[in-house]
């Protein structure tokens, strides 16, 4: 938590806070720790090591005193001088490890500092406790509670990419693999409560009975986030009786929601510039490979990470592809103008285009500006430039004409007629572009899919019936794709069929708008009611409701959720360091351009939701667009981050065709 004691206290994200959880708390507390070694060993498992890697680079983990990182479930060579720092799940087969490496006559390592990710289950810690070998060589044995992933400075997921097929899929209903999953979530999404200190009021996305009419089931699906809701209570509650710095009180908000709320975000073309990165570059998490020419003619492979500590990529990161392109160009032309050195070098060549070799003339003659430069070169670079990448990518799909009928079909404005119209005008698209369209019309669209259109399509749009499959798939997450045709006649009076999905609004664009940018993911709509206190208790119910509510509903005799929450006692006011919020000035070798004027003021308590079965890039960016106009930090979470190809391969996964046959 951020030290609220002033106005202009230093705000740490949630990111920061992870990152000071790990390398403070647990690493430089042991290499403070009397007669411990210099050096360690640092021991992880499969989960671990990606939660230390998303947050921690390994200079940092080094500079606390580790020498080697070791994986729990491999081979490791004894090394009985050096102390080894154990940071794990609790599980059987990692306690088993333990005691394997530390019992005996000659364990692996001198001692053991043991941290685990999660709270550990009694009859481990019992099993821990009944080897006095072990128990005399362990120095710290403790529960850090830190089990997820950080994306960025707002988002987290719980590294559970399968959550879509387990949940979801027609095997998953009721399966072992759903119960799993649904108690892995829990206690992971638990651990980023008590990492921050802090204890929510849970909500969750309620089922609809009637979302797919009379006829319709409600499913082990449909309870995905109620499910969890309850799951989660139930450790946060753990939590409250055994953590000291725990809250006693409910201190943020959480809203539990799934994929079904929105199918069509991960579908979409999203056109700002993070999105479209991760949609046509082959981008590895947030590693780029890209390839630049040397002096010397040779072509080399180079990577670089697309993250928080690149202040450019932060910049343009959330703008629409179009405007990052301007303002790269403009960059370069502004260090070009600020700098007389660059000028003199460039031969004053003020409006023209800097070239490549110009580029390298500059970095030789000011190695001050290296590291500028590098990042202005990565996005710059005629052919290995991402902006360009993606602008040639753009015009060879014809992506424009793609995107614009993308957003037609979501408001309304074209039908399936436009779809095949364009894929008979447009012989080279690629089968993803066609299934992404057809899929949007889809679920945009219910009950419009019948016999004559599926064979249709089939032949127009040349689709297999694995295409064919995964457009059906849409019905798992809770999309009607055809009429269910009555049995007999009946004058039963049914209920009116009800979405369950919120509708898209047609929003006023800024006054840059692109039309390709009218669509928005709808789990901003949720969000920004949340943030009003406008979330209907009915369709978003709490695990428990808020003692104010029902307080304040009983005496003004409202609904319980017309009543405005009440302002808590500590309430931040602090200034938020907002990289992506000003401009960032190249004309100096610092990036580092501290507090901005134009940085929005964090006043009330963080907002939480997490969507079930993996979410989006646009999704992510609508949560830092939130934060600045509630004026509230609002973090997001979720099984998984996808970018359109991986959501696809997980929607084809939901059901095979020997299924449905």
Known sequence: ????????????????????????????????????????????????????????????????????????????????????????????????????????????YKRAFVFFSSPVPRNLLNTIKSEASVLARVAV????????????????????????????????????????????????????????????????????????????????????????????????????????????????????????????????????????CNDLLDIDGSKYTYEVTTSSGKKERKEVLLADNDPIWMEIRDLHIADASLQLTEKMQEFGKKNEAAQLRLNNKEGQEISTKEMQKLVQALPQFQDQIDKLSLHIHKRA?????????????????????????????????????????????SQDNKLRLLLIYAATHPDKLDTAKRLQWTKLAKLSGEDMNTITNLECLGVSLSKKQPEGFSLQFRPRKVSIRPTRKEKNQDEMGWQLS???????????????????????????????LV???????????????????????????????????????????????????????????????????SELRTMRKLTAQLKREVIIGSTSLDNPQQFLQKLRSLTTIDDID
Request: hydrophobic share 35%; glycine share 6%; charged share 25%.
């Open 1 to 108: 938590m951020a030290d609220l004691s002033s106005s202009r206290s230093v705000y740490r994200s949630f990111k920061q806070i992870l990152h000071d959880r790990l390398l403070k708390d647990m690493l430089h507390t042991v290499r403070t720790t009397k007669q411990s070694t210099v050096w360690k060993v640092l021991v992880m498992d499969e989960i671990t090591v990606k939660v230390m890697s998303s947050s921690c680079k390994m200079t940092e983990i080094t500079e606390e005193g580790i020498s080697l990182v070791e994986n729990i479930g491999k081979s490791r060579q004894p090394l009985p001088a050096l102390d080894a720092v154990y940071f794990i799940q609790p599980s059987q087969n990692n306690v088993e490890s333990l005691i394997g490496d530390m019992s005996g006559k000659a364990p692996r």
């Open 141 to 276: 044995l403790r529960e850090v509670n830190v089990e997820f992933l950080t994306i960025d400075t707002q988002g987290f997921t719980t590294d559970h990419d399968k959550a879509l097929e387990h949940l979801f899929g027609d095997h998953g209903a009721d399966s072992r693999d759903y119960e799993l999953c649904v108690e892995s979530m829990a206690i992971r999404l638990s651990t980023v409560f008590a990492s921050l200190k802090e204890f929510p009021h849970v909500r969750y996305r309620a089922p609809n009975p009637h979302a797919g009419g009379s006829d319709s089931k409600v499913t082990a699906r449909d309870f995905v986030p109620t499910r969890l809701a309850a799951a989660l209570w139930d450790c946060l509650m753990k939590f409250k009786a055994t953590l000291s710095d725990f809250p006693i009180a409910e201190t943020c908000e959480l809203v539990i929601v799934d994929r079904r709320i929105d199918p069509v975000a991960p579908i979409m073309h999203e056109w700002t510039y993070d999105a479209m």
């Open 385 to 429: 430039q991402i902006a360009t990448t993606i602008n040639d990518q753009i015009k060879k799909d014809g992506l424009n004409d793609i995107g614009k009928l993308e957003q037609d079909l979501v408001y309304g404005e074209a039908t399936s007629k436009d779809i095949l119209s364009m894929i008979d005008s447009k012989q080279g698209m």
């Open 518 to 548: 009218r669509f928005y993911p709808l789990i901003e709509d949720v969000v920004a009611e949340l943030g009003k206190n406008g979330l209907p208790k009915e369709q978003y119910p709490y695990v428990k409701l808020p003692v104010s």
């Open 551 to 617: 307080g304040e509903a009983s005496v003004t005799g409202q609904p319980a959720s017309a009543v405005p929450l009440k302002k808590p006692h500590s309430v931040r006011t602090i200034r938020y360091n907002w990289a992506a919020a000003g401009k960032i000035s190249v004309g100096s070798a610092s990036s580092d351009s501290g507090s901005s004027t134009n940085e929005p003021t964090i006043t009330g308590t963080r907002i939480f939701v997490f969507i079930v079965g993996g979410m989006t890039r």
